[in-house]
């Protein structure tokens, strides 16, 4: 008689007779018993034999597993029900159908071998057509059953691999957005790097203050490190007379540059809204590039926000922002050291910036220094965004 069953690795379903026959363990201790069922099922199926329960464990872990297993109940030393036991507690062999063959035939003993995980309880002394039938109907139904494991387990591996790729589209898009603003601006460097980097560090500092708790866990803090490198994608639509300026502002050039801050959130409204659907990491990317000028004594820029109003990922790239200009070297200026900006920054609390995220920033310094040193801006990335920007101008 030809069984069926699961081809092993492709998620089909087929006839035994057209591939490798289906694995029979048989566990009994008596050899009379084991010689009865091997002959039976020898036709039809490749068959292992186990004589004590210990045994059927270890031929049952070992590859290639059996497809099924026809277990005795009343063994010395470790029963069926022991095995059956153990056997369902292993994820690696748990799906391997357990038929209980036995001369306990009391209903109460049924029960028990069904509720441990069997699929199927034959009484001895059995009827070869149907132990043969009982085995190729649950042959079949594993068949089924790795189908759509497998089937599952291939669609979860392709929803993360696809998962995989859409993310790093986006991250790629976003870097490649930013990166365009900064190559307008000789002097930013590797500026989009660093405070993305801040803003993780602040952000990982902060999630179990009481004030943040509720608002920053991993997930959060990856949305905002993801969301950072576009806080200043509205310089794309400043002058280059005004954004490429060494030196300081005339007041009505500083109002032209301020407006960065909106042109920055509207770009990526719009970007959103041609999606035609809300998407975190950009919700996130319009706060911060709206409200990282925002002060938390309310005299910042363009809205005026002040304290908790002010969008928490702009809190924290305001820190970010102003810590890294500081200490990062300019055409007009050579960067300050690390200590006197952490005074500077230190000075804002409560008044430039939100008090307890000074106080995280100031406890963490020294990664912000680390952060710092590891992207420091080279001179060969100075040098080719000069080139860039002579040959845009010629």
């Keep these: 008689m030809t069984g069926a069953g699961p081809i092993r690795g492709t998620g089909a379903v087929e006839d035994y007779s057209v591939r490798e026959r289906a694995t029979v363990l048989v566990v009994d201790d008596t050899p009379d018993n084991l010689k009865l069922m091997s002959g039976l099922l020898k036709d039809a199926y490749k068959v292992k034999i186990a004589n004590s329960g210990e045994k059927a464990l270890a031929v ?34 748990r799906h391997i159908p357990v038929i209980f063959v036995t001369a306990k035939a009391e209903v109460e003993d049924e029960q028990k071998g069904l509720a441990l995980g069997a699929v199927d309880y034959v009484t001895k002394p059995v009827s070869p057509p149907i132990v043969l039938a009982r085995v190729e109907t649950h042959l079949r139904l594993k068949a089924s059953g790795d189908f759509l494991r497998d089937k599952a387990v291939f669609l979860e591996q392709e929803v993360a691999r696809r998962t995989r790729e859409v993310t790093a589209i986006q991250d790629v898009t976003i870097f490649a957005l930013a990166s365009l603003a900064e190559t307008r601006d000789s002097d930013t460097g590797n500026h989009i790097r660093r405070t993305q980097h801040y803003v993780g560090v602040l952000g990982e500092r902060l999630k179990s203050h ?10 959060r803090i990856a949305l905002m490190v993801k969301s950072a490198p576009l806080h200043d994608i509205g310089k794309v639509g400043i002058p280059d007379h005004i954004l490429l300026k060494p030196g300081r502002f005339e007041p009505h050039e500083f109002a032209i540059m301020k407006t960065h801050a909106t042109l920055g959130y509207t770009v990526i409204a719009h970007a959103e809204e041609a999606l035609g659907m809300p998407v975190a990491f950009l919700s996130c990317a319009k706060e911060i590039a709206r409200s990282h000028h925002e002060r938390w004594d309310g005299t910042g820029y363009p809205d005026g926000l002040s304290g908790e109003v002010i969008p928490l990922p702009a809190r924290l790239m305001a820190v970010a922002d102003v810590y890294d200009a ?69």
């Design 60 to 93: 049952a872990a070992a590859e290639p597993r059996p497809d099924l297993i026809l277990l005795d109940v009343m063994m010395p030393g470790m029963d069926g029900y022991e095995v059956c036991r153990r056997l369902k507690r292993d994820p690696a062999i």
């Design 210 to 219: 009481p004030r943040f708790a509720a608002h920053l866990d991993d997930a």
């Design 326 to 394: 500081l200490v990062t070297r300019r055409v007009y200026k050579d960067g300050m050291p690390h200590e006197e900006a952490v005074k500077i920054i230190v000075a804002g609390r409560g008044t430039q910036f939100d008090p307890d995220i000074v106080d995280a920033f100031a406890d963490i310094q020294e990664e912000f220094r680390d952060i710092a040193a590891k992207y420091m801006d080279l001179d060969a990335d100075a040098e080719i965004k000069a080139a860039c920007l002579e040959r845009a101008d010629g």
